[in-house]
T-cell receptor, first 112, second 113 residues
């Protein structure tokens, strides 16, 4: 079983608040990813990282930002939450030269 | 532009039946085709994957069929069980994993008892 953790699992927050979604993995994987997924819908890649100090934007434009200061940690930040940010956010990781991605359980974010 | 097209969007199968989900891709540079299974409230998990040098891969009740010339691949679930009820995503990648995964839109499978 993959050791990738996301906190919080559920978050309800008001418009305009700054939030940080946490993602940590204990597998030593260099690559990490953030996906946005509406319930039962396709996954949209919003950010990824090849390793420490590396961050890239994904296919879906996002107002969020990420950082990668430590290998095991890949937090996602929304400076000013809006109702349009309401979604599920999934974190994943993989080794650099392999295909398989391991997903965390997700954070379900609701912005009121 | 969607590079991986998945169908059907939803599927209902009776217990013991065969579930079939199809995907088509456009980019001939793709060289890895996984299927992910996602239960409600969970993240997706790798179910089975195939490379284009083989036409079929079987793991238990799950089989991937791959047609390189047609640029299509499909997931077959034999003897479908209620516990298989989940959302299934096909995906594709290239460059030995250095690129990212491109996912299909997902198929919600319900296996009725």
């Amino acid at each position: 079983e993959a050791d990738i953790y996301q906190t919080p699992r559920y978050l309800v927050i008001g418009t305009g608040k700054k939030i940080t979604l946490e993602c940590s993995q204990t597998m030593g994987h260099d690559k990490m990813y953030w996906y946005q997924q509406d319930p039962g819908m396709e996954l949209h890649l919003i950010h990824y990282s090849y390793g420490v100090n590396s961050t890239e934007k994904g296919d879906l434009s996002s107002e969020s930002t990420v950082s990668r200061i430590r290998t095991e940690h890949f937090p996602l930040t929304l400076e000013s939450a809006r109702p349009s940010h309401t979604s599920q956010y999934l974190c994943a990781s993989s080794e650099v030269s392999t295909y398989e991605q391991y997903f965390g359980p997700g954070t379900r974010l609701t912005v009121t | 532009q969607q590079q991986v097209k998945q169908s059907p969007q939803s599927l209902i199968v009776q217990k013991g039946g065969i579930s079939i989900i199809n995907c088509a891709y456009e980019n001939t540079a793709f060289d890895y085709f996984p299927w992910y299974q996602q239960f409600p409230g969970k993240g997706p998990a790798l179910l089975i994957a195939i490379r284009p040098d083989v036409s079929e891969k079987k793991e238990g009740r799950f089989t991937i069929s791959f047609n390189k010339s047609a640029k299509q691949f499909s997931l077959h679930i034999m003897d479908s069980q209620p516990g298989d009820s989940a959302t299934y995503f096909c995906a594709a990648s290239m460059n030995s994993g250095y690129s990212t995964l491109t996912f299909g839109k997902g198929t919600m499978l319900l296996v009725s008892p």
